[in-house]
């Protein structure tokens, strides 16, 4: 059982570069959702997805274009980058909650280690 | 709003002792809460989770936590700290939005290094 996988691990982009950063589960959960860390900051969501063929904003979206066209994948794509999207960004997705249990258990990939020079 | 705070950046132990690394929160409704670790070059993983069940929750490799409402705080401890502890540790609340789902906001994070 694989649970979430990114590629590429390392990346490095000239600004204005476009490229997109892949996210992959096996564990058929409706919700996946883009974070990034940056030290000092913890986590910040950047885009989530619901379910195939929903997707919505986190606190920072702009710069980053997302789709779901599968349960299993949920790319993250930098339209333009630039210096300030130098970040480790990570890949989660979501157990459903047990009735009476609350948020479920978020899993993460290992993390895409991103430079914009 | 919600929010987390994570008290300490930096917690240095020896090994053998106790370690404790703090965290208040503040939620409108009744909140989940969550301690995740992240080891170098990691993801973060699951610790423990509270989810209003016992206040007092355990989770892996000898961690736990005590959940006091009164003092809005969710608190990590383990009572003898192993070189394998050292890792980033982050706090997180989840609660309930009125139009449905869930908002999580994580803490900035306590780095705990253990010292022989």
């Known amino acids: 059982n694989a649970g979430v996988t990114q590629t590429p691990k390392f990346q490095v982009l000239k600004t204005g570069q476009s490229m997109t950063l892949q996210c992959a589960q096996d564990m058929n959960h409706e919700y996946m959702s883009w974070y990034r860390q940056d030290p000092g900051m913890g986590l910040r969501l950047i885009h989530y997805?619901?379910?195939?063929?929903?997707?919505d904003q986190g606190e920072v979206p702009n710069g980053y274009n997302v789709s779901r066209s599968t349960t299993e994948d949920f790319p993250l794509r930098l339209l333009s980058a630039a210096p300030s999207q130098t970040s480790v960004y990570f890949c989660?997705?979501?157990?459903?909650?047990?009735?009476?249990?609350?948020?479920?258990?978020?899993?993460f990939g290992e993390g895409s280690r991103l430079t914009v020079l | 709003a919600q929010s987390v705070t994570q008290l300490d950046s930096h917690v240095s132990v020896s090994e053998g002792t106790p370690v404790l690394l703090r965290c208040n929160y503040s939620?409108?409704?009744?909140?989940?809460l969550f301690w995740y670790v992240q080891h170098p070059n990691k993801g973060l993983q699951l610790l423990l989770k509270?989810?209003?069940?016992?206040?007092l929750v355990k989770g892996i490799n000898g961690f736990e936590a005590e959940f006091k409402k009164s003092e809005t705080s969710f608190h990590l401890t383990k009572p003898s700290a192993h070189m394998s502890d050292a890792a980033e540790y982050f706090c997180v609340v989840s609660d309930q939005l009125t139009g449905g789902g869930n908002k999580l906001t994580f803490g900035t994070g306590t780095q705990l290094k253990v010292e022989l």
């Open positions: 509270y989810t209003s069940a016992a206040t």
């Open positions: 989660a997705s979501r157990s459903p909650g047990l009735a009476g249990g609350g948020t479920g258990e978020l899993f």
């Open positions: 939620s409108s409704y009744s909140p989940s």
């Open positions: 997805s619901v379910g195939a063929g929903i997707t």
